[in-house]
Structures are given as C-alpha cells and as structure tokens.
C-alpha cells in the first residue's frame, strides 16, 4: 500500500487516454492505456483504476489531479486543466532540462513547442486542420495497405528503395499509394514512404532549434521514424523513457507544482 | 468534472440605440426599393459612399450583408450554392456566402428585421478595389444580374508611402465616376452638398477613432467583438448624422467605464490584438472563450479600418482618395509591420492573434513571416488561428481552442 502522497496525470487524446502516477520523487509508480473510445470519462476512470493497482495505491492516496488532450474537459476525477502544449512541455523539461524543441506527433495533430533554458514556453504551433503528418494518416495508410499499425515500423525498416509521396492530403496520398502498389513497389518501401512523408510535413512547420526532443504515442510505436529524422536533420534526437506519457506526465507534474511540490525542479 | 466557465463581457447599453439605428437604416433601403423613392447604389464597404450620399442615393454594402451571413451562420449553407455556379471555395466568402443568398432567395435581413424579404436591387454599383480584387468580380456578378451599370475606382496595391502620384490618380478616378452616377441619379453633383457629407463623415471617423482607443486603457472598456458589432454605423452610415450621434452616445458610456474603472472583460489578466478579418460565425463564442480565461482581445486593424482621419471637406476628391489609400489593406508590408507595432505599443498588448483567413489572404497578415518579424521586434509571443471569416467548414473549434488555451497559459506561465 502507497503510504506517500501521489499526483496523477490524465491525458486523453483522441485515439488513446493515458495516466500516470507520480509519487512526490517524481518517479512513475503507476500508469494504464486504453483506447479513448466514445466514453471519455469512463475510459480515463478505468485508466486510474489500472494505474492505482499497478502502484498499490488508493484513489485516498493521490493528492492532486490534472487532465490534459482533447477529452480534458470530460474528466470528472480531475482537479484542474492544462492544455496537451504546455503539458507535453512540462513533461519534456522534465526529462531534458535544458532549451529544446518538442515535435509531439499524436493521433489527430501535431506540435512543434519551443521552451527556453529555463522551461519557459516560447512558442508552439499545432498542424492546420489537415491530418498529413498525424497519426490518422498512418492509421488510413495502414488500411490501405493491408498492415497493422505494429508491422509497420518492422517493414519501414527493410526499404530498400524508398517511394516519394508528394501530397499534403491524406486522401491524395493514399491515390499515391494505390499508384505505387499498381506497380508493384515493394510494401516495405511504400511504408517507408509513408514515414518520410510524415516526417516531411511536420518538419515544415517550424525550424527545429536547441535540443530536439520527439514524444507521442506515433514516436512510441514507430521507433524507426525517429531514426529517419535523425538521418534527415543531420543531429541527434531525443526521446523521454516513455514517449506516449510525456503529456499525462506534463499534467501530473502541473498537479504536484499547484499544491506547492517541486515548484523549481523541473 | 473540470466546469466550463461561461463568462460574458459586460454588455453596452448603448447596443440598443444602434439595433434601432440600423433597423431604420435596413427599412428605409426596403422601402425605397418597393416604391422606387429613392436611388439605390450598392457600394464597397471603403468606397466612395460620399460621393453616392451627396448625389441622393441611398447607400447598401454587401459586405456588410457578407458579415451578416457569417454572423448568422446561414453562409456555410449558402457558399456551396456559389461554387456550383463557378466561384470557387477558395475564394472570397462574403463573396460566396452572398451570391449564394441571392441563389437560394435568402438573407439574414429577413431574419433581423420582419417584412424585409431581399436585399434591396441596386440601380448602380458602385465598387473599390482597395479591399481586393474579389469585390469588383462580385459587384459585376450583381450588374450582370440586375443589369445595373457598374463602376469603380482600381487602387493602387502594396503601396509603401502615400505619394502625391497615388492620391492624384484616384481622385481623378473619383472624379471620373461623377458623371454615370449623375445620369443613374438624375440629377446634377453639388460640390457643397459632398463638402457637407464629408463633413459628417469626418466626424464620424474621429469619434469611431475616440470610441476604439479606449481599449487603450486598462483595464480596457471595450473588446473586438464589441467593436466588430458596434462598428456597423461607421460603415454603413458614415456621412449621416445618425452615425456621428451614435458614436457620441457609444464615446460617453466608454468614457463613463473608464473613470469608473469598469473592465469590458472582469479580471482582465491578458491584452491581445486582433490581426485579420472577425471569424463572424463564432464572434460570439470567442469572446465567451476569451472572457472566461481573463483574457481581453482589445483591438484590431480591422476596426481601425475605418479611420479615415484624412478626410478634409475643403478638399474632397483629394484628401477621400487619401484617405481611401492610406488604408492598412493597400499597403506594403514594410508599412504594416510599423503600423501593427505602433497599435501593440498603443494598446499596451501583452501578444498578437493572427487571424489566417482562408479565403481571404489580402487580410490575413500573416503568410509572409509577419508574426516573426513582429515577435523579434517587440518580444511578445503571438498565436496564428487557421480559420475563415465565413466558411465554417474551414474551421476546427477544438484546435482553435486548445490553441487559444495554450496561448492563454504561455502569458500566464511567463508572467509569474
């Protein structure tokens, strides 16, 4: 049984709802996914549930509680809110602490967040409405070619000859992906295709300066698109221990700071 | 469950007198119309009015009626009717949600104000590019239509500073479109006569000028939903002595908030200008958003649009093209970048929103690098929304609002 005090941490996003416990270390002591569903409220409570068994822990023990993602309005266990930016940022500076650039791919948009030496945000930018370079488009190409969302990141990786997909719009890369499969292209260049055309449309938003730092539930399942921006940008990129949580991280780590804890830690 | 706070601005009393305003200005077009008393010109929203005014016409402004599409939401269902017919969604949505009104036989006008059925059919129009380019395709759509003739003045574009070269060749356009007004009108240009609607106009201008920079206070009496409703007399009744009453009712209660210290946004923790055009169909439930995070969006270049501070009765040809060249649209980005920074420093902004209007990239002010520039310059954050003055399909609600908090809590955070 958690005799300390914890700060939980609740995101949910549009495909999936995480949280966190932190205990008053910071240390990850319980976490859960589940797809968000058409319930967000009920999702996130089982989410919690979860993440109190993973930590031993009773709904008694947590302290503070914040939400963030797109469903952060529908928690009904949270204290406070934050957005998804300022909780990605939160939960970047936590394990980087040092000026960075964060592009956090998630399943319906992208950002790119700016933070100074001192954590402070000083800018971010989200993705038009279009969902090129999100975690949707991944989703309808995997469709289209038959794959499940894990194969993919094994394939990507056995390209021998990258295709080129030129289209800003999903439904326009998708009629480039049926070009290409009439060919006869290989899958696995076709995915790797996909990646880069992913890549493409988030690094034009913004200039990537600082530290780089890649988070999102896309980055946790498809490691090698971290690689692939690596080779493209030409540096060094980093990832938090736990991509997909970086956000309901972020959200706990705001929950601990509103009850006075760890104000200038992070 | 974290609550949504509902948070309204505190209301103008004086809303009430502009309601009954416009309702006269509306009912006078549509009776002039049924009867055939009174020549109708249809005209550019920063068009020639003083010259339509001074030759008897009554004065209708589709762009107001564009902005009533929105307001009302009706343009999303109209706009599709005017793609069918070859205008692109890409395009101008006053443009689109208007012509696709007239197509469908329906206006908000009707909804406003009971008895009126259409827009009031011109008997000239009456256009000036200095908007865009969009208003003279749409003003001769209508000519085709009603076959009215159609006249116009071609402003000069992306105008650093105002020559003597610039003005003169407008007011020679201006002076040009006298004589087919005189024949619609059927009756002869009196110089006094535009010399005293100028006059009226003028004075229009600097109270409508006095009434917005009181959002310089702080906390500030008024926001830019405020200023994007009230603005309605300054466009379609400057010249009238109606408007210029207006606006000394609407100055006298905004002075009144400031002695007494009143915020048009209570709590008022943040600033923000306002760069683009209104997003119409959710002016409403932005400035609730706005509200509810203590934030404060005070003012903008599209109110200050219609300053025309060299308007001068003694020399009016000369100093309306002037002014109708002096205008922020018109000019080059250099002349911009000065203008939105001397309004940050006046109206002490804490940031800057840009609105990137997709169907209207004459005034969306920021495809250029315009908010980096500006941010290097001053050192305040500013915040792009991706949207549309008409076309609702162009916008995400959610993303504008996460955008919007997140913005809200970068002040917040830097500010502690």
Redesign the interface.
Known sequence: MAAEKLYAGTDVGSSWTKVVLLNPAKSLVGYCLKKSGTDF?ATARRCLEASLEMADARSEDIACSF?TG?G?????Y?????????CHAKGCFHYFPSAMTIIDIGGQ?NKIVKLDGSG???????N??CAAGTGAFLEEMATRLDLSLDEMDRLARQSTEMVKLGSFCTVFSATEVLENIRQGRKVADIVKGVYFSMIRRVLEMDSLTETVVMTGGVVAHNPYMVTMTEELVGRKIMVPEHPQLTGAIGAALYAMNSTGLGMNED | ??E?KIVERKPIKATKEMGRIMTAYYFQLNDAARTHSQKIAWCTSVGPAEILRSLGFLVYFPENHGAMLGASRMATDTIPEANAIGYSPDICSYLTADVGAYLKGVTPLSKAYKGIESVPKPDVLVYNTNQCRDVQDWFAWYAREFKAPLVGIETHRGVGDVSDAHVESIAKQMEAIVSPLEEVAGRKFDLEELKRVLALSRECSELWKQVLDTASHTPSPLTFYDGAIHMGPAVVLRGTQQAVDYYRLLLAELNERIANNVAAVEGERHRLYWEGMPIWGRLSAHAKMFAALSTCVLASTYCNSWIFTAFDPDDPFTSMARAYTELFIVRSDESKERYIKQMIDFFKADGVIYHDAKTCPNNSNCRYGMPQRM?RLTGL?SL?L?GDLNDLR???D??TR??V???V??LE??KT
Do not use: C, W
């Open positions: 409220s939400s797109y952060r309005k529908n928690v009904d949270a204290d406070d809110t934050r957005t998804e930016i300022g948009d402070q945000r000083t800018s971010f930018k989200m038009r409405k | 469950m974290t949504e941010e954050p792009i991706h162009l916008i995400s959610e993303q996460t955008n908090e997140a913005f809590e970068q955070e830097n």
